[in-house]
């Protein structure tokens, strides 16, 4: 069955540090989403890209988070400098521009 | 902006019985989708069920159904007969029709639903 792959599944780093997080889409999905679920603010969707150019970032902090689409079988989350409250897990899921967005299994970052 | 609200944080429900949750969501479009999405402990995103909001009939899958309200603005999970793998972290979300820059699903907070045996 095709998948939405996500790595690291778990992520343990200090304050401060850079942490990146792949998610490698569904081959031929053109549609690429990244979300952060946490306790306090549920799920948010933090940027949109579709054929890899970026169509809405606006949920994301700009001053540390970056996302990027290096080629169309690789999308990445990267933060720098890591905070405390970043900590939470973070999902990928792709599409075809449909309704049907597939899910990958999340990165649980936890910033210490 | 869309808002979607989920007004119960947790609910319980013995084992072959029936549990309904509750979301609400705010929009001016006329057309749109609305889900169900489920998140056992595992972690992974389940759709459980969908909407258009142009059709009347009410979608139903299995043991899950919905009562769509479109006038109230209203979108609620009937689980018949629940079973222990139900436990689960149940979303509401929204999504306008895909191609458009807005194009996104707008999720509620969730609702914690545990099966008791």
């Known amino acids: 069955d095709a998948r939405v792959t996500q790595t690291p599944r778990h992520k343990v780093t200090e304050m401060g540090q850079e942490v990146t997080m792949r998610c490698q889409p569904i081959?031929?999905?053109?549609?690429v989403f990244w979300y952060r679920q946490t306790m306090m603010q549920g799920l948010e969707l933090l940027a949109y890209f579709r054929n890899r150019a970026p169509l809405d970032d606006s949920g994301m902090p700009k001053d540390r988070f970056s996302a990027e689409m290096p080629d169309a079988t690789l999308a990445t989350l990267k933060i720098q400098p890591s905070e405390p409250r970043d900590s939470a897990v973070y999902f990928c899921a792709s599409g075809l521009g449909t309704w049907k967005l597939f899910f990958g299994s999340g990165t649980q970052l936890s910033v210490l | 902006a869309q808002t979607v609200t989920q007004s119960q944080p947790e609910m319980s429900v013995q084992e072959a019985e029936t549990v309904t949750l509750s979301c609400t969501y705010d929009?001016?479009?006329?057309?749109?989708?609305l889900f169900w999405y489920k998140q056992p402990p595992s972690r992974q995103m389940i759709l459980v069920i969908r909407q258009e909001a142009y059709k009347q009939q009410n979608a139903t899958e299995n043991r899950f159904s919905v009562n769509f309200q479109k006038a109230a603005k209203s979108f609620s999970l009937k689980i018949s007969d629940s079973q222990l793998g139900d436990t689960a972290m149940y979303f509401c979300?929204?999504?306008?029709?895909?191609?458009?820059?807005?194009?996104?699903?707008?999720f509620g907070k969730g609702t914690l639903l545990t099966v008791n045996p």
């Open positions: 929009t001016s479009e006329n057309n749109y989708y």
């Open positions: 979300a929204f999504m306008r029709p895909p191609g458009g820059s807005n194009y996104k699903l707008t």
């Open positions: 081959l031929g999905h053109n549609t």
